[in-house]
């Protein structure tokens, strides 16, 4: 799998039949469990993001596509959900999930995030990178309810990416919403690994 970490489209020839799958899932999926490590990043105390790539789309197909079992037809709707998450050499994405246990809360809270998808942020060196929204569905309702799911592109300038590979640089994540301006600073090992994201 590391070979595919610079790959940016998920092809039917990319997926495993299921019978291989099978014998090996058990040993891959504790090869992601390590390296999703640094690819997740806590910001305040509900928000975590989950940041994307190649190999971790691959493996969200190939674990859908084995507990399904939809064949073709489901491989298709799969690839068009996933292929969008994967970076494309000058981003970063990130799967952003608030994770409250209880429902009354988890409903009440959300419904003060309305338009949350739209500020969080990078900081580094000066540099300010701000996210945005996959573009497959509105994240917000109508009356201002977010959801507990969001879908983030950051896109990155040539500058940019250069001064976010800059090893011990300090890099923050955050939020700019009036109800969740949380932050937190990129420890060096996940800053270094989504450096690997681009080109």
């Given amino acids: ?61 190939q674990e859908m596509l084995w507990i399904e079992k939809g064949g073709d037809e489901q491989l298709a709707d799969e690839l068009s959900a996933y292929n969008p998450l994967i970076p494309q050499g000058s981003e970063l994405v990130a799967t952003v999930m608030f994770e409250i246990d209880e429902k009354v809360r988890r409903e009440a809270f959300l419904r003060r995030l309305g338009g949350i998808e739209e500020t969080a942020f990078f900081e580094f060196e000066g540099e300010r990178v701000a996210a945005v929204p996959e573009a497959d569905i509105d994240r917000t309702t109508a009356d201002g309810k977010a959801s507990s799911v969001q879908f983030l592109h950051f896109p990155f300038t040539a500058e940019q990416k250069a001064r976010f590979a800059r090893p011990g640089v300090r890099v923050i994540l955050g939020f700019d919403h009036p109800a969740y301006s949380h932050m937190a600073v990129l420890t060096e090992p996940v800053r270094a690994a989504l450096a690997e994201d681009f080109d």
């Fill in 1 to 61: 799998m590391s070979t595919q970490a610079m790959k940016r489209e998920i092809t039917p020839a990319d997926i495993w039949p299921l019978e291989r799958y099978s014998v090996e899932r058990k040993a891959l999926k504790k090869a992601l469990v390590e390296k999703k490590k640094h690819r997740r990043v806590e910001v305040g105390p509900v928000a975590t993001f989950y940041f994307e790539n190649y190999e971790t789309m691959w493996s969200q197909i």
